[in-house]
């Protein structure tokens, strides 16, 4: 059985989250880039982590302790998220989920994660910077309400290729709080169908 959980990085976990940068984006930031963040108290640095067990009561136990003996396979980084908060703006400076993991519902589980973060700072609006070929991010971004606010010209400088730039209002309203909750639910429930299991609740964190 396969188990979620989404948790604050730490200094342990800098070297895998270089890793899945370098696998996600072709190293966008640094190790160091990634330590920086650890100790800013305007950033929140969130990863996703997998592992399966032989049963259920493992998956119970590596939650609550961080150790079973019953792992098949031990907890992997498979996602990234990071935003930084900037006078009452999130940022949304990272999001990656492992090539083998794409398209199973955990990007949005991440997405949902961070604006959940934003809310509780509490911050008034997300924004964030996409390339305009990366279909799919943009269809997630949109899916969580982001609208295009603009471009910023030949802003990758590998391609050449312009910059949307997205902004989601509102998160810090009640009813954004009410919003969450609802698509926790659909997320929840698409990971139940992609075979994922929550040992606990992988948004409470
Ligand atoms: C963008 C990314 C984070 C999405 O994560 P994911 O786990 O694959 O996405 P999910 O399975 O959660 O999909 C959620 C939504 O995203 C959109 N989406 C995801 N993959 C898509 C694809 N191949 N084509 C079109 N839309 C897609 C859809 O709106 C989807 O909702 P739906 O399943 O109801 O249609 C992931 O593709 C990734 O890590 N890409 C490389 C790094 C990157 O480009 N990050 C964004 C930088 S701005």
Not at 25 to 35: A, I, R, V
Not at 87 to 113: K, M
Not at 173 to 199: G, M, T
Request: proline share 3%; aromatic share 10%; charged share 25%.
């Amino acid at each position: 059985m396969r188990f979620l959980q989404i948790k604050h990085l730490v200094a342990e976990d800098l070297n895998s989250a270089f890793e899945l940068d370098r696998l996600c984006f072709g190293g966008l930031w640094t190790l160091e880039g990634y330590g920086r963040e650890l100790g800013s108290p305007n950033s929140d640095l969130l990863g996703l982590w997998a592992w399966e067990t032989e049963d259920c009561e493992s998956a119970q136990n590596l939650a609550a302790t961080g150790a079973s003996p019953l792992q098949i396979i031990p907890p992997i980084l498979i996602g990234l998220g990071c935003l930084w908060a900037i006078l009452e703006e999130a940022h949304i400076t990272i999001l990656a989920i492992h090539p083998r993991f794409q398209g199973q519902g955990l990007g949005q589980a991440l997405l949902w994660a961070l604006l959940k973060k934003a809310h509780y700072r509490p911050l008034e609006r997300a924004t964030l910077e996409v390339r305009e070929s990366n279909l799919a991010a943009v269809s997630l971004y949109h899916k969580f309400g982001f609208k295009e606010a603009g471009r910023r010209k030949r802003y990758y400088e590998d391609t050449g290729e312009d910059a949307l730039v997205m902004w989601r209002n509102g998160i810090e309203k009640p009813e954004f709080k009410q919003y969450l909750a609802v698509e926790k639910v659909q997320i929840c429930d698409r990971l139940h169908q992609e075979n994922w299991h929550l040992a606990i609740d992988i948004f409470d964190f």
